[in-house]
């Protein structure tokens, strides 16, 4: 693979290191190999894989005329099919991912989805990026070549933070787009009502994608701030709440963990994966637990 | 009721009490902004707590602003002024303070006497006065006694009185203190009392004062808490069949706590001591026997070991000696008198009397025998005599009026005049009954017979069979009563015979029988033994013609001159205020001591009456405590200071529960 050359997000030294979570990818896609990646799906490949009996409809060019000679019955052989592994990322771009400094929401998401899609590329799979807030604001389909990856890369650095987050209305959007089953990684804060999040995601449950969850936070939404009294006001809506910090900490802690745990309920029940990543750890713990993650 | 405050300099600071709503204010406008990524689960949890936090941040803020006002109030200094100002508040009054230096103020209460309490806020109620004003101190106590003849502008000199001025052993006067208020009285209109008092119910129990209605009386109670007291409550003694004296010593205990007291007796070289136990409120007693003395007159000290009241500890009894009985012998029949007088001067314990016939006032004597009594001679003297428990033994001149001797005697009378019979053989003599206790001395027979004479005589004119509580003891044996007795309280004898010759009275057994009816006729007590309380003038009688001016009293205290009182041979001194043993000095010899105790009302310090239930003819503003709170008001900061320190608890506890709630 070609060098991408200097990137916000993809730094050389981080693309060493990114390199050594190469089956990471693998880890995402779980058998849909193509090359190297070792799929159980059976198709037209090099590699044998067993016999079956011949079905009317089946391509005759498939049956084993050396067998039939010897047995007098028609048998297909069964290859190893090798596939190519499709990873569509989706990243939230609205204007609550802009919290957060050194670094903000957007940008700690934005540098996992550079060296996902680095990651993707470099085992010769493809990858598409989509950004949204309220709306799905920019896409790239699947891909697998440096220039791709240079293309996505720039998209990131470009990359503001939009207006509302709008998941029923963006993951609507982008169905026609994402093409093919494979995997599906959102990266989201995941603020809005957790139910509505779930909902949204059916139609890709559905047509077979393994969908990853990545909710990306900051230490301050974890854990309130005592900054006495506070005018908080809604980064996506401007929406303001008028309170003293210390009094309501306890009662935020407490809602906070119950968000949180409502979302890991509804993900378990769909068998979603979820990962919650707080932007003082540096994101390659993403990778680490893609990877330790037990089939 | 009247507010006034004294620090009005600091009125402007009242508007520091608008600094929490200011501060609550001046927070609510601009709290810090902050960029937040979703305030959806922070509007919810606003909503929810915001109908509690609501109401309870307001109440903070109350809290708060009550705080700073009830700190602001304190130092302007808030004073509470009876709504009911003291008399003449707008013209020139007329203030008598009575201020009680009676015994019970010298009570100590707490680290100063009653009376220090009293004379304190005396001095308050004069310095509060203006300068038109006129007031006067009355001292009360056995007497009362106004500072000045009537009430003064001077108060700087009734202050300075009140300093050096102290508390009398002895008991309040309260009627002639309130007699003498009236007595001064120039105004009623803007006229106070102020009656200054540890207010004693043995002392204010009856006192009804009678004052004009205009006139405004304040009460003010300077005892702050009774004072359990024991008090040596009387001294008597009795003889004892040994020749020895009981003495007897009662003691009271005024307290409501049981006590364990120890009495002293000390009479000349002899000092005793006995343990007793008392109970709340009741009275006990302890006996010493002491030998007295036959030749002088006796001391006997008695006291109660130290306690918080020691002034009513000690008391004292006199002892009179073993003296000769006086006998005085006067009257017109002078042949029945010699005959008496021989006898008795066989008698060694008698001294016999010899009596001016014209003398108006009681001998001193234990006995006097007259001898052919007309019914006139010396009888307002007799009645006195017998009054002061002196003895008396009569024979009747006969053919004088019956009445006068028998009214004298308490006897039923027969005839209008005395009668005589005579029997020129003589009457035979009997003793009318075997056992009667005059007689006894003859029972052995070495004394002879009593009844062994004759008289030629017999006087009579009496109704014996109505004189119940009259015992004859001889009559002829035609049962005519010869002598009769009575003995018990006022003792006194009948002598029916008058003696003419040596029949009767020359016989061996007339002498015992004369010195035995005498020794029954001799009275209990010692008639000269005379106590006094403190407050009182000592009164002494002398039979011997004494001058003033060599007269004195040496008392514990000091030396008292005596002045003759209007009266033969009486004379006295100023009231005493020590009490103790006083002895009569002529010429600087001592001749004769008397008592002066303590006053009994003055021992109670536990027992008050309420001031408000003394009824007043005049206008009763009330009981105070504090004279400062009328004239100068009831200082409210310890009010406020009070209300500033349970505001900030209860803030404290509203915002502990508050940041609870919130789980902070």
């Known amino acids: 693979m070609t060098a991408t050359g200097a990137h916000s997000y993809l730094r050389p030294e981080d693309m060493r290191r990114v390199a050594s979570y190469e089956f990471a990818p693998k880890a995402l896609v779980e058998g849909y190999f193509s090359g190297r990646h070792r799929s159980l799906d059976r198709g037209s490949s090099t590699e044998f894989r067993d016999y079956r009996p011949y079905t009317q409809g089946d391509d005759p060019q ?109 993951l609507k959007q982008a169905a026609p787009l994402i093409k093919g089953r494979g995997s599906l990684v959102i990266l989201s804060d995941f603020l809005e009502e957790p139910a509505e999040v779930f909902d949204a995601l059916g139609i890709y449950l559905h047509r077979g994608f393994r969908v990853y969850l990545f909710q990306i936070l900051d230490p301050q939404e974890l854990q309130l701030p005592d900054r006495g009294l506070s005018s908080f006001r809604d980064l996506e809506t401007g929406q303001q709440v008028v309170a003293h910090a210390r009094e309501i900490q306890g009662a935020y802690d407490e809602a906070m963990t119950a968000h949180q745990r409502a979302l890991r309920a509804l993900a378990r029940r769909r068998q979603i994966h979820l990962q919650t990543a707080r932007t003082d750890t540096h994101y390659f713990q993403l990778f680490d637990v893609l990877v330790q993650r037990p089939r | 009721m009247n507010v006034i405050f004294a620090n009005l300099a600091m009125l402007p600071w009242t508007l520091l009490a608008a600094t929490p709503l200011l501060v609550h204010l001046f927070a609510r406008s601009r709290p810090r902004p902050f960029e937040f990524s979703s305030v959806r689960l922070l509007s919810e949890i606003v909503r929810r707590t915001s109908r509690l936090q609501r109401p309870r941040s307001w ?67 004069l310095a509060g006065l203006s300068g038109e004003d006129q007031a006067n101190i009355i001292w009360v106590g ?16 009734l202050r300075e009185t009140l300093v050096q001025a102290g508390p009398k052993l002895e008991a309040a006067n309260w009627p002639a203190a309130f007699n003498e208020v009236r007595r001064q009285l120039k105004q009623t209109t803007g006229a106070e009392v102020h009656v200054i008092s540890d207010f004693q119910a043995s002392n204010w129990a009856e006192i009804e004062p009678a004052l004009p209605e205009q006139v405004e009386v304040l009460f003010i109670n300077a005892a702050r808490e009774g004072l359990g007291n024991q008090v040596l409550q009387s001294l008597t003694s009795s003889e004892s069949g040994d020749g020895s004296r009981e003495i007897t010593a009662e003691v009271r205990n005024y307290s409501e706590e049981p006590v364990l007291r120890t009495l002293f007796l000390r009479a000349n070289e002899q000092v005793e001591s006995r343990q007793l136990r008392l109970g709340p409120g009741s009275t006990g007693g302890a006996s010493f026997q002491i030998q007295a003395g036959a030749e002088q007159e006796m001391v006997v000290e008695l006291a109660l070991d130290d306690d918080a009241y020691p002034m009513d500890n000690t008391r004292h009894l006199l002892l009179a000696p073993e003296e000769a009985l006086r006998v005085g012998i006067s009257g017109m029949d002078e042949l029945t008198r010699r005959q008496w007088e021989r006898a008795l001067q066989a008698i060694e314990w008698i001294e016999l009397v010899p009596i001016d016939p014209a003398r108006k006032t009681p001998p001193a004597v234990a006995i006097w025998m007259v001898a052919g009594w007309d019914g006139e001679e010396s009888l307002e003297a007799l009645r006195e005599f017998q009054k002061s428990g002196g003895s008396l033994v009569l024979l009747p001149e006969t053919g004088t009026p019956v009445e006068a001797a028998t009214q004298l005697l308490g006897l039923p009378a027969k005839e209008t005049a005395w009668q005589t019979r005579r029997n020129p053989q003589g009457f035979n003599l009997v003793a009318r009954d075997p056992e009667e206790p005059i007689l006894a001395i003859f029972e052995g027979g070495e004394f002879g017979d009593p009844a062994g004479g004759r008289v030629a005589d017999l006087v009579g004119g009496v109704d014996w069979e109505k004189a119940t509580d009259w015992r004859v003891i001889l009559e002829t044996t035609t ?39 005498l020794f029954a006729l001799r009275p209990e007590r010692p008639v000269a033994q005379q106590t006094f309380i403190t407050g009182q003038r000592l009164v002494r009688r002398f039979d011997r013609p004494v001058l003033a001016e060599e007269l004195e009293v040496a008392g514990p205290d000091r030396n008292h001159p005596v002045t003759a009182l209007a009266g033969e041979g009486q004379f006295a001194t100023e009231p005493v205020s020590q009490p103790g043993v006083y002895e009569w000095r002529y010429r600087g010899s001592p001749v004769g001591r008397s008592v002066v105790h303590f006053p009994e009302t003055e021992s109670d310090l536990e027992q008050t009456v309420d001031p408000n239930a003394i009824l007043v003819a005049g206008k009763v503003l009330g009981v105070e405590d504090s004279v400062s709170a009328l004239r100068e008001g009831q200082p409210l900061w310890p009010w406020l200071l009070a209300l500033a320190m349970a505001v900030a608890l209860t803030e404290s506890l509203v915002v502990w529960r508050t940041q609870r709630e919130a789980g902070v």
């Open chain 2, 142 to 157: 056995a007497q009362a006694e106004p500072e000045f003849p009537s009430p003064s502008g001077n108060r700087k000199l």
């Open chain 1, 62 to 170: 498939r049956i084993d005329w050396r067998v039939f000679a010897r047995t007098d019955r028609h048998y297909l052989r069964n290859y190893h099919q090798e596939t190519s592994m499709n990873c569509h990322i989706l990243l939230d771009s609205s204007a609550s991912m802009a919290f957060g400094r050194d670094p903000s929401k957007l940008q700690y998401a934005s540098f996992f989805s550079a060296a996902l899609a680095y990651l993707v590329i470099r085992g010769k799979d493809r990858v598409s990026l989509g950004l949204f807030d309220e709306g799905l604001r920019d896409f790239f389909p699947l891909g697998s070549t440096s220039k791709h990856l240079s293309r996505i890369l720039t998209t990131l650095e470009q990359n503001r933070p939009g207006s509302q987050t709008g998941f029923a209305q963006v």
């Open chain 2, 479 to 517: 049962a005519q009563p010869l002598l009769a007795v009575r003995t018990g309280q006022d003792k006194a004898a009948l002598w029916l015979a008058p003696l003419r010759d040596a029949a009767w009275s020359g016989r061996p057994e007339f002498v015992p029988l004369l010195g035995e009816l």
């Open chain 2, 59 to 125: 109440l903070i803020l109350i809290l708060r602003t009550l705080l700073f006002l009830a700190i602001v109030a304190m130092m302007l200094r808030p004073v509470w002024m009876s709504s009911e100002p003291l008399a003449g508040f707008d013209q020139r009054k007329q203030v008598f303070i009575l201020l009680d230096r009676s015994a019970s103020m010298a009570a100590q209460d707490g680290s100063r006497t009653r009376f220090a309490a009293g004379a304190a806020r005396a001095s308050e109620i």
